[in-house]
């Protein structure tokens, strides 16, 4: 069966339609999951196995026996949990998995609850790594958590989150790594501190007056090769 291709994904580089194209993009992963899905089964496949291998839930490497003609590849990040309790569980990534006989080796990475059980089930980690990947037409239809990244050294890198903090023990002198499109959002507590910032197009003449005793909100983002900034604002 054919597969509908997503729509254009969101982009930064879009604002204006940045919430339409995320609702749209949302709006079709459903449809997609479902197309995607009886694509597979259309094709005797599939990434959903049990298990009756005794485990132990921990870290490290996991030998057991899981359901025969999955797609399971090295590589892919999968979970392994209590079918009587699946708060009892374990995140790992596919060592090896023999689709004939269904014997699978993993590595355990993180686990959540304890004990020892002999009824498994099997399926893709809930967390799924996109690095590198483009959509199109991006529709989210909740909301979005980002992490608050602490910075504890010097550059300010997109790769750690776009929402970032600060507090200055000394004058420092901070540098960038951030690409066309992408954006940073640095709240700095600077305590009287100065900043030796790297070379900022700011928006609005010179570098930005930090708060003495608040934090300073300072937004960066690049366009065309030229990095901007703007004080945002300040907050106690």
């Known amino acids: 069966m054919a597969i509908t291709p997503l729509p254009v994904p969101p982009s930064t580089l879009s604002p204006e339609s940045f919430a339409t194209d995320a609702d749209t993009f949302l709006a079709a992963l459903p449809a997609f999951a479902t197309e995607l899905n009886a694509a597979g089964t259309a094709a005797g496949l ?15 490497s996991k030998s057991l026996t899981a359901s025969a003609g999955c797609v399971f590849v090295p590589g ?17 990534t596919v060592t090896t998995y023999n689709n004939g006989t269904g014997a699978m080796v993993v590595n355990a990475a993180s686990v959540s609850g304890s004990g020892t059980f002999a009824a498994w089930s099997i399926g893709p980690a809930s967390t799924v790594n996109f690095d590198g990947q483009t959509f199109s037409n991006l529709i ?11 910075l504890s050294g010097t550059v300010i890198d997109p790769a750690n989150g776009s929402v970032q903090t600060k507090t200055l023990s000394a004058n420092t002198t901070l540098t960038e790594s951030i690409a066309d499109g992408q954006s940073v959002v640095l709240i700095l507590t600077a305590g009287g501190y100065t900043v030796t910032w790297p070379t900022v197009a700011w928006r609005w003449g010179a570098a930005p007056t930090l708060s003495p005793t608040g934090k300073s909100h300072v937004v960066l983002y690049q366009v065309g090769g ?5 004080l945002a604002g300040t907050s106690t």
Do not use: H, Q, R
């Open 46 to 60: 599939t990434l959903v196995a049990a298990s009756s291998t005794s485990l132990t839930i921990g870290t490290g």
């Open 76 to 92: 892919m990040e999968i979970f392994i949990a209590s079918t009587a309790s699946p708060a009892n569980k374990m995140t790992c």
């Open 140 to 150: 989210l239809a909740g909301k979005i958590t980002e992490s608050i990244y602490a």
């Open 226 to 230: 030229l990095l901007y900034g703007v």
